[in-house]
């Protein structure tokens, strides 16, 4: 079992900044990749960005490429996604997952956090 935990949502303004966390804790030896998705009000959950644990691959949807970075840090079993140049249209609880190895699903997520971008 991985539990996830993510942290760092908030109310902002179009155009600002926010970094959000996912700590993970308990079998973290078999997480191969995390991942991160969003929720809007009314709409289906979709994903956001991904990165393998060793750190070597990522992938973003195309709404948020070039405003999003994900990133991770081993030794605190944390993935972080940066997020820039926020609109309200980034506005969703956004929530991490783990894919672990042999397995081709995200198998663990979080409870998610909420971002919301004021126009």
């Known amino acids: 079992q991985v539990q996830l935990v993510e942290s760092g949502g908030g109310l902002v303004q179009t155009g600002d900044s926010l970094r959000l966390s996912c700590a993970a804790s308990g079998r973290t030896s078999s997480i191969a990749a995390m991942g991160w998705f969003r929720q809007a009000p009314g709409k289906e959950r979709e994903f956001v960005a991904r990165?393998?644990?060793?750190?070597?691959?990522?992938n973003y949807a195309d709404s948020v490429k070039s405003r999003f970075t994900i990133s991770r840090d081993n030794a605190k079993n944390t993935v972080y996604l940066q997020m820039t140049s926020l609109n309200p249209e980034d506005t969703a609880i956004y929530s991490c997952?783990?894919?672990?190895?042999?397995?081709?699903?995200?198998?663990?997520w979080g409870r998610g956090t909420q971002v919301t971008v004021s126009s």
């Open positions: 997952a783990v894919r672990p190895y042999g397995n081709t699903q995200y198998t663990y």
């Open positions: 990165i393998n644990w060793s750190g070597s691959s990522t």
